[in-house]
Nanobody, 119 residues
Framework: QVQLVESGGGLVQAGGSLRLSCAAS????????MGWFRQAPGKDREFVAV????????GYADSVKGRFTISRDTAKNTLYLQMNSLKPEDTAVYYC????????????WGQGTQVTVSS
């Protein structure tokens, strides 16, 4: 299993930007599909964005499409989430996750990083 550590969260005003990072251990990072999820207080965890092992395919939740960009740097074993035009409803703990090739679901998760957007 790959080990994941998120960073980059914080407090930002509405309309501002943040970039989250997720550092992955292990030499097989390039073979994992990677994703970002978030969980707001009192709500279920929800999907935010996903990127294929090659980086050529990405997908987004409708709520963040056009504002967030997922990317990966295989040389640095790092996943990113660029978040622009942030809204108060983006406030949540953000988690990165890894899905091993052939697996049915995301099997490795980070500890999460808090993003708070003030109005």
């Amino acid at each position: 299993q790959v080990q994941l550590v998120e960073s980059g969260g914080g407090l930002v005003q509405a309309g501002g930007s943040l970039r989250l990072s997720c550092a992955a251990s292990g030499r097989t990072f390039s073979t994992y599909t990677m994703g970002w999820f978030r969980q707001a207080p009192g709500k279920d965890r929800e999907f935010v964005a996903v990127i294929s092992w090659s980086g050529s395919i990405t997908g987004y939740a409708d709520s963040v499409k056009g504002r967030f960009t997922i990317s990966r740097d295989t040389a640095k074993n790092t996943l990113y989430l660029q978040m622009n035009s942030l809204k108060p409803e983006d406030t949540a703990v953000y988690y990165c996750a890894a899905q091993q090739k052939g697996a049915a679901s995301f099997g490795s998760w980070g500890q999460g990083t808090q993003v708070t957007v003030s109005s």
